[in-house]
Nanobody, 125 residues
Framework: QVQLVESGGGLVQAGGSLRLSCTAS????????MGWFRQAPGKEREFVAA????????SYADSVKGRSTVSRDNAKNTAYLQMNSLKPEDTAVYYC??????????????????WGQGTQVTVSS
């Protein structure tokens, strides 16, 4: 059983940056693709970004492409989501996920095995 804990959320002004972290325990971190999702109030959860097991391949939603970078440090069992040029529409609870997929793009469907509890990101205008 893999446990995922997100951190790094908070309140930031539009145009600012945040780095989210997701630390895993209870499993072999490098066995899983890692992904980030978000859910805004009244909306469905949506895919944000994902990274392959070794960190070689990445996948991004069009809404964050060019503004966000997903990365991982397998030695620290941690995945990251660096978000820049934040917009009010980026406001959401951000969740990390872990799963076994042949590519990070496969995580976009949201059928990961493990999920964190989420961290709130609020972007003020």
């Amino acid at each position: 059983q893999v446990q995922l804990v997100e951190s790094g959320g908070g309140l930031v002004q539009a145009g600012g940056s945040l780095r989210l972290s997701c630390t895993a325990s209870g499993g072999t971190f490098s066995s899983y693709c890692m992904g980030w999702f978000r859910q805004a109030p009244g909306k469905e959860r949506e895919f944000v970004a994902a990274i392959s097991r070794r960190g070689i391949l990445t996948s991004y939603a069009d809404s964050v492409k060019g503004r966000s970078t997903v990365s991982r440090d397998n030695a620290k069992n941690t995945a990251y989501l660096q978000m820049n040029s934040l917009k009010p529409e980026d406001t959401a609870v951000y969740y990390c996920a872990a799963g076994v997929f042949s590519s990070p793009a496969g995580m976009a469907a949201g059928k990961s095995d493990y999920w964190g509890q989420g961290t709130q990101v609020t972007v003020s205008s």
